[in-house]
């Protein structure tokens, strides 16, 4: 796969939508993830400098450069999780009498792992931004938060269904629910705050209640 940063939009689509394995599902909730991340950039590079949020400007200040460093994190996953899928696609094709295959294909699974949970993780971590923007940021963009809030809770959902895919298949059972535990409990209470941010914001917006 190109390096993320010379991979023009419409040709990761282009690629995503082949036969070819990678990018895959993994590239792309990191690429919605990215763009929830962008929209949080967005409306707080929007609200920065405005009087009539002035009392935000200490908190929009640390907001801007988190959510350009997490946009900037999940962009480099994309290519992170095409190299990682490269040694399991290769186990894979190792015998199955060979009597290494299993012990090389379970490291292969573990480190496949590693990406959506890194993702994750990225995604879980500026939650708390989506949060913040939902009350702080400009009314006129409130409606990006909610497609922000919208597009993390689907980029973790796509995430941890990349660490189930591998989980799945260890044979370490014990290390699998480890993995599915750690995930589960990131993705559970990330849904649960994207949700009520995105409510919150439809539920005002239905209303007809901008603030503007």
């Given at each position: 796969?190109k390096a993320i940063n010379?991979y023009p939009l419409?040709?990761?689509i ?5 036969k070819?394995?990678v990018p ?8 919605v ?9 967005m ?8 009087k009539?949020?002035?009392e935000y400007?200490p908190d929009?200040d640390v907001?801007?450069p988190r959510?350009?460093k997490?946009t900037?994190?999940l ?5 992170k999780?095409?190299e ?12 199955k009498d ?6 090389i294909?379970e490291?292969?699974l573990?480190?496949?792992?590693s990406v959506?949970m890194?993702i994750l993780?990225?995604?879980a971590g ?9 009350q702080k940021g400009?009314?006129?963009?409130v ?9 993390c809770?689907s ?9 189930y895919?591998?989980t799945?298949l260890?044979?370490?059972r ?8 750690e995930?589960?409990d990131i993705f559970i209470?990330t849904v649960?705050r ?18 503007a």
């Amino acid at each position: 796969m190109k390096a993320i940063n010379e991979y023009p939009l419409f040709g990761f689509i282009t690629d995503l939508s082949s036969k070819e394995p990678v990018p895959g599902g993994g590239g792309a909730s990191a690429l919605v993830g990215a763009v929830g991340a962008a929209l949080c950039s967005m409306v707080a590079n929007l609200t920065s400098g405005k009087k009539k949020y002035a009392e935000y400007q200490p908190d929009i200040d640390v907001i801007i450069p988190r959510a350009q460093k997490t946009t900037a994190a999940l962009l480099r996953l994309i290519e992170k999780d095409a190299e990682v899928f490269e040694p399991l696609s290769a186990a894979y094709g190792i015998p199955k009498d060979d009597p290494g295959r299993e012990k090389i294909l379970e490291e292969a699974l573990v480190t496949a792992c590693s990406v959506p949970m890194e993702i994750l993780k990225e995604i879980a971590g500026i939650i708390d931004i989506v949060e913040q923007l939902a009350q702080k940021g400009s009314k006129l963009a409130v409606s990006d938060v909610g497609v922000a809030a919208s597009v993390c809770r689907s980029a973790a959902e796509s995430a941890v269904m990349n660490v189930y895919i591998n989980t799945k298949l260890m044979k370490n059972r014990s290390c699998a629910a480890q993995l599915n535990k750690e995930a589960d409990d990131i993705f559970i209470d990330t849904v649960k705050r994207c949700d009520v941010i995105y409510k919150q914001i439809s539920d005002e917006l239905r209303g007809g209640n901008t603030n503007a």
